[in-house]
């Protein structure tokens, strides 16, 4: 290690800066006797290095040690990936998230049902719900409560294999193995899994050996009636680029939704994260933040993060004057994010009506429900004033936008269909 | 795989980065208070062009590397005519710095690779520091939701008020001799932007060092 480090800083003199921090600075060099071990985080690097860079080192190398030393250069080989997927200590792959557990998950009305059902696969895997498939918008809390199921399996039978893999990793590691030669691992592995845990499988669209492989452990997986938990972005039958075959098994178990969380939600994950990293969050801050904050628990989460940074870095404790500070740029970017114009525009497209209707002063059915919704959903998603948002609707009193905003509440609670084109709309406009 | 020479950047910082000597404008000491600090998390640092996003991110690199803490800086605005399998491993290391995130927008295979390093760091405890020109709203959903996430910093430029101040010690780092009254011509007669300040000062420095001549008036006119 010592000899590695005084070895590039000899290099470093002889490159760019730019050069020796994006091509030298991520090797790992370890000299064994006569041989030195120049390990790669890829090939690419790797290929660069040796085409590039091997001359200045191999110069370095000899001035420095006096004597003839062999150079190996070398990446992720087969024997450490066939290892990977066949030794019997590799119980779960990739670790599941340990903090992801349903203790810690908030409960919401736009996650209730997702949740029970995620509690229910926990304590009786293999059961009706399979596979249990949860969708919804990104950082909606669908890989936490992934996790949860697979943390609970494990806690209650430590014995059990869950294996967890983003779906993308699940495609390049196959691509990997295929160049390997090593798919009987990369099978077994996968398809001896007591529950499989896949995140994002929207990303198989358009990957057609992926699916086949991945339809292929399914139908294994649930022949032997190992349980399966998937994640996506989409419904089943809404994901562009997936064979049929594979869209209807998806629908075979139980789909839930994750919708965007709704206010009080939010405060109280923002409550909950800021207790688990030890930060002390007023709860007038917690909402101040979700009142500004809306499309997802990530961003509300990088939110929390700032201000916990620089109460720390200030020595300051949180109140809503530190936190205006902290995230004045991110509440300005955030309030560009959905304006009136958009909200508008989106409503008609949605509706397929023109949005000269939507602003007009006609009063049919087919016109008025469309607009109440928009001025309702301008009103949760902006902060613009009931003022503001009557003028934006050309010219409407402010009591109009407030009829409208009751109008709109009641219809969602007694018209199923109404609270659905709701929540469309709010979560297209808020990821 | 493009000819590979492109990575091999036409310019280099003379002298060697570090944030001790990184002049922070105005209300950005936070942030350099937790691009310093490993438990801070991953960073997302937003500026615009010429702030110093560039010199931060590998005078970060080169502060932090030792035998037992790997880094890596990749300027995605180059990287980009490589391929993106230039991030596959990199979770393996400590830090990684991904300079000009705004240059990879709308092609899908480096926003894909990018987002897949993003979950790979998360799994191995990689810290990642992204730095972005603008805001960028249209990078696909899952990745923009994983920035979001980060603690997001913005870095300003150096205010009017600053700026003699921070060239006197730009200067004085580079061991480019230039004084007060040079210094206040400069930003009387030249842009008041501090990256342009900066490179015509170095261009200065290396006429003065040809002529074998002192850094005056009369000398900076002739460059002007």
């Known amino acids: 290690m010592e000899f590695w480090s005084k070895f590039t800083e000899k290099l470093e003199n002889k490159l760019t800066q730019e050069e020796f921090n994006t091509w030298i600075r991520p090797l790992k060099g370890n000299l064994n006797k006569d041989t030195l071990e120049i390990t790669a985080p890829n090939d690419f690097v790797l290929n660069y290095v040796v085409q590039n860079l091997s001359d200045e080192i191999n110069q370095i190398i000899s001035k420095e040690l006096k004597k003839d030393i062999s150079l190996v250069y070398k990446t992720i080989d087969k024997e450490t990936f066939v290892d990977k997927y066949s030794s019997p200590k590799t119980k779960s792959g990739p670790k599941l998230v340990n903090h992801y557990v349903f203790d810690n998950f908030v409960e919401g009305k736009s996650n209730h049902v997702a949740l029970a059902a995620a509690k229910q696969v926990a304590s009786n895997p293999s059961g009706d719900y399979n596979p249990l498939f949860i969708y919804g918008g990104v950082g909606l809390g669908k890989t936490h409560l992934m996790h949860a199921v697979g943390n609970q399996i494990l806690k209650e039978s430590p014995e059990k294999r869950v294996v967890y893999v983003h779906s993308e990793k699940f495609v390049s590691d196959m691509v990997k193995a295929l160049q390997l030669g090593a798919m009987n691992e990369f099978k077994s592995f996968y398809r001896n899994a007591d529950a499989l845990l896949i995140d994002d499988i929207q ?67 923002l409550l909950k994260k800021a207790s688990l990293m030890g930060v002390d969050l007023p709860s007038d801050c917690a909402i101040y933040i979700a009142q500004r904050i809306r499309s997802n628990i990530r961003e509300l989460e990088g939110a929390l993060k700032r201000v916990s940074a620089n109460s720390k870095f200030t020595n300051q404790p949180i109140d809503i004057a530190l936190v205006k500070d902290a995230l004045k740029d991110l509440f300005v970017i955030s309030a560009k994010m959905v304006s009136i114009e958009n909200i508008q525009k989106t409503v008609s497209e949605y509706y397929n009506i023109k949005l000269s209707d939507l602003l007009s002063k006609r009063r049919s059915r087919s016109i008025t429900r469309p607009r109440q919704l928009a001025m309702a959903l301008t009103k949760e998603l902006t902060n613009h004033s009931l003022p503001e948002i009557g003028e934006a609707f050309n010219g409407r009193d402010h009591t109009t936008v407030l009829h409208a905003c009751k109008k709109i509440a009641e219809l969602r609670k007694e018209d199923p269909s109404q609270e659905e084109d709701y929540r469309n709309l709010n979560r297209a406009l808020t990821n | 795989m493009t000819n590979p020479k492109q990575l091999i950047f036409p310019f280099s910082i003379d002298k060697k980065s570090s944030i001790k000597k990184f002049f922070v404008a105005e209300g950005c000491e936070n942030l350099v208070a937790a691009i310093q600090d490993n438990k801070a998390g991953d960073i997302f640092l937003l500026g615009g062009e010429g702030v110093g996003k560039s010199y931060l991110l590998q005078a970060t690199c080169n502060d932090l590397s030792s035998s037992s803490f790997t880094t890596a800086y990749i300027p995605l605005a180059e990287a980009i005519k490589l391929k993106p399998m230039l991030l596959d491993g990199l979770e393996s290391l400590n830090l990684v710095c991904l300079d000009d995130l705004d240059a990879i927008a709308a092609n899908k295979d480096w926003e894909v690779a990018c987002f897949n390093l993003i979950n790979r760091c998360n799994e191995s405890g990689c810290r990642l520091i992204f730095s972005c020109s603008k805001d960028e709203k249209n990078f696909f959903p899952d990745l923009l939701s994983r920035l979001k996430k980060m603690t997001s910093y913005i870095l300003r430029s150096v205010q009017d008020a600053q700026l003699n101040n921070a060239i006197k010690a730009i200067a004085l780092n580079l061991r480019i001799p230039i004084e007060e009254k040079e210094i206040n011509f400069l930003l009387n007669t030249h842009t008041r932007d501090l990256a342009t300040l900066i490179n015509f000062i170095k261009k200065i420095d290396d006429h003065s060092m040809g002529s074998k001549r002192k850094i005056t008036i009369p000398l900076i006119k002739e460059l002007l």
């Open chain 1, 203 to 269: 990303f198989f669209a358009g990957k057609e050996q992926s699916q086949e492989e991945f339809f292929h452990t399914f139908n294994a997986l649930l022949d032997q009636d190992n349980q399966m938990i998937l994640t996506c972005d989409k419904y089943p039958k809404e994901i562009d680029g997936l064979e049929d075959r594979l869209k209807s098994r998806l629908g075979w178990g139980l789909p839930v939704v994750i919708d965007p969380p709704e206010l009080e939600t939010r405060a109280a994950v």
